[in-house]
């Protein structure tokens, strides 16, 4: 199935720094909830990093009764495509999967956008769930800014997490499960091997 809303650009694989602050990294379950275009890429991403439990594609920012693909494509919702990242802290931080999400998984410094994908549906946010949550993503971005790692500022948001809503199950692992579809072929399985390419220590089948 081709859905056109779940275009996105090319893998950046930009070098980046690592956080000057992190999480303590002591063993468990953590989730952070993370947007950056079309969801199907960004799943794939992150389930392919070492410490990394489970990832569910779905919604975020808007309200309950708008969270369906359809109403959220719209651009209306005030919803994001996003993904929940389940992992465990003692084998990737939070600011690991940070390094990631900003340098292979998205354009940070794309404003409402991913590639040809527009609206806020598409933002760049980190909904944060825990004050130390936004504390090490907002210190991340401004070492990130102040270093000049990008040619232009980042736009990602950084936002409260108020509720993720699960998206429907087609949308779920849908890279591995359409792997000759075009716009994965063209958009997503690049990300993949820029992840490979570029933390080859993090990296899983």
């Known amino acids: 199935m081709i859905m056109l809303g779940c275009m996105t650009g090319p893998a950046l694989a930009t070098p980046l720094p690592d956080?000057?602050?992190?999480?303590?990294?002591?063993?468990?379950?953590?989730?952070i909830v993370l947007a950056g275009g079309?969801?199907?890429?960004?799943?794939?991403?992150?389930?392919?990093?070492?410490?990394?439990?489970?990832?569910?594609?779905?919604?975020?920012?808007?309200?309950?009764?708008?969270?369906t693909y359809e109403q959220?494509?719209?651009?209306s919702?005030?919803?994001?495509?996003?993904?929940?990242?389940?992992?465990?802290?003692?084998?990737?931080?939070?600011?690991?999967?940070?390094?990631v999400y900003f340098s292979v998984a998205h354009n940070p410094t794309e404003l409402n956008r991913q590639g040809p994908d527009t609206g806020t549906q598409y933002r760049s946010a980190i909904f944060?769930?825990?004050?130390?949550?936004?504390?090490?993503?907002?210190?991340y971005m401004a070492q990130l800014n102040t270093e000049r790692v990008f040619d232009k500022k980042i736009e990602t948001t950084l936002?409260?997490?108020?509720?993720?809503y699960a998206a429907e199950p087609y949308h779920q692992n849908y890279v591995?499960?359409?792997p000759d579809n075009l716009y994965v072929t063209i958009h997503d399985l690049p990300k993949l091997q820029a992840l490979k390419d570029a933390f080859p220590n993090l990296y899983v089948k």
């Open 128 to 139: 944060y769930a825990t004050p130390d949550q936004k504390n090490i993503a907002s210190r």
């Open 38 to 67: 079309c969801f199907w890429g960004m799943e794939a991403v992150f389930l392919h990093l070492k410490g990394v439990k489970n990832v569910v594609s779905g919604y975020a920012g808007g309200a309950a009764e708008t969270a």
């Open 159 to 164: 936002e409260p997490l108020k509720k993720f």
């Open 19 to 31: 956080p000057a602050f992190d999480e303590k990294g002591d063993a468990g379950e953590e989730k």
């Open 77 to 99: 919702t005030g919803h994001a495509e996003a993904v929940e990242v389940m992992y465990d802290p003692s084998q990737i931080t939070l600011g690991q999967i940070l390094k």
């Open 176 to 178: 591995a499960f359409h």
């Open 72 to 75: 959220v494509s719209g651009g």
